[in-house]
């Protein structure tokens, strides 16, 4: 075991505080990452605030993890000291049924081991990515390509993911007219991966505050949802909409966008139940569904093809100490548009 500075919340809705926490000794198979940058998910404050309920407290958040190898166990054979990796959403699943098989450890039927917020195999509670250090199995690791600086990186680990699974999953490319539902850090990433896919993109963001940045990061159109007018005009328009929104929404209203055969794929994931009129659905044969982050192969794909496409995200750089006010301003959709913590400055 060894001790290490990390920023907790010592109690739901607690502002978030150093601390110390302890991670365990470095295994035959683990490898130990001295961290570089943690980005902030919205899932952070989700969770730090318990609205998901049944969060484990103190809790260390992060799932957005960037960083360098510094040790490796003794039976590691794909990592070396010095190797720059990432970390995302969980680290460790239970590796033999048909999902965990298929890459999908995302949807593991034991339940995947979350990188916070979670118990490990010994019922440890697991602590995030807002500290200087994590071991980890070197299967949960990826490796970040040379042409992606760690910073812009580390929220590929889970904005960029999250929008890539889907993406690829209902075949967004050329052809296809893709709404990407908030422009946040999941939806600012969403519009980068779609245009790079080749998709004709759309953002349908509460106002038209950002569409500078999002024609210039690959928007084709964009428009603001507080118009009722939008929805008069799109009527019948999209292949795909993905939502990030992370709060309830009005998913009749943005059905009714689906041409015939369209599909609407939640990501967001919203505190309260959403109520839905079914004959939004069933009169254009649309598909409502969701979609949670990805493999870990195909968050190796993923990060690979944003290197090729020199695809990093858009951030804001913070000091450990700013990030319970980075949070205010994550909830008041004021970030551009994902922050990130130094972890030197932990
Ligand atoms: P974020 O940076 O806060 O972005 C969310 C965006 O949604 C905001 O920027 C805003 O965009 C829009 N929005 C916020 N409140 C709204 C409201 N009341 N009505 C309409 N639009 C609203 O958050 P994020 O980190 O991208 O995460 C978004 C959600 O996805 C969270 O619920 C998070 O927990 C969830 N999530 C899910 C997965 C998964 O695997 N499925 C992974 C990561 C995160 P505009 O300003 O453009 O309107
Ligand atoms: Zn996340």
């Known amino acids: 075991m060894t001790t290490?500075?990390?920023?907790?919340?010592?109690?739901?809705?607690?502002?978030?505080?150093?601390?110390?926490?302890?991670?365990?000794?470095v295994g035959a198979h683990d490898i130990l990452i001295e961290i570089k940058y943690a980005g902030i998910c919205h899932s952070d404050i989700h969770q730090a605030t318990?609205?998901?309920?049944?969060?484990?407290?103190?809790?260390?958040?992060?799932?957005?993890?960037?960083?360098?190898?510094?040790?490796?166990?003794?039976?590691?054979t794909r990592y070396a000291v010095g190797d720059r990796v990432g970390v995302g959403c969980f680290v460790d699943s239970c590796r033999v049924c048909e999902y965990c098989e298929q890459g999908l450890e995302q949807y593991c039927v034991q339940g995947m081991t979350p990188t916070y917020n979670g118990r490990d195999k010994n019922g440890e509670p697991t602590h995030g990515g807002y500290s200087t250090h994590l071991v980890v199995d070197e299967n949960y690791a990826v490796r970040i390509p040379d042409g992606l600086a760690l910073d812009v990186a580390a929220p590929l680990l889970c904005a960029g993911i999250t929008?890539?699974?889907?993406?690829?999953h209902w075949n967004a490319g050329p052809g296809k007219k893709v709404a990407i539902v908030g422009m946040?850090?999941?939806?600012?990433?969403g519009v980068k991966i779609a245009h790079a896919l080749g998709a004709e993109v759309t953002v349908l963001s509460q106002s038209l505050r950002k569409r500078e940045d999002?024609?210039?990061?690959?928007a084709d159109h964009y428009y603001a949802t507080s118009d009722p007018k939008t929805f008069e005009d799109l009527a019948g328009t999209f292949d795909l909409i993905v939502s990030t929104v992370s709060a309830p929404l009005d998913f009749d209203a943005y059905?009714?966008?689906?041409?015939?055969?369209?599909a609407l794929v939640n990501v967001g994931m919203p505190e309260e139940p959403v109520s839905l009129g079914l004959g939004s659905v069933v009169t254009g044969r649309r598909t409502l569904a969701g979609s949670m982050i990805g493999g870990i192969a195909e968050t190796q794909?993923?990060?690979d093809f944003c290197a090729e496409h020199g695809l990093g995200a858009e951030i804001e750089l913070i000091r450990a100490e700013q990030?319970?006010?980075a949070y205010e301003r994550v909830l008041a959709s004021d970030v551009r548009y994902r922050f990130v913590i130094d972890t030197a400055t932990i």
Do not use: C, Q
């Open 214 to 218: 999002g024609l210039k990061l690959g």
């Open 163 to 168: 929008l890539y699974s889907p993406l690829r």
């Open 50 to 76: 318990d609205g998901w309920g049944a969060g484990i407290f103190p809790m260390v958040p992060g799932h957005e993890i960037a960083g360098v190898v510094a040790e490796v166990g003794p039976a590691v």
């Open 184 to 189: 946040g850090g999941l939806g600012h990433m």
């Open 255 to 262: 059905l009714s966008l689906l041409r015939i055969d369209g």
């Open 323 to 325: 990030v319970n006010e």
């Open 4 to 25: 290490v500075a990390a920023y907790a919340a010592p109690a739901a809705k607690a502002p978030l505080e150093r601390t110390t926490i302890e991670r365990r000794a």
């Open 301 to 303: 794909e993923m990060l």
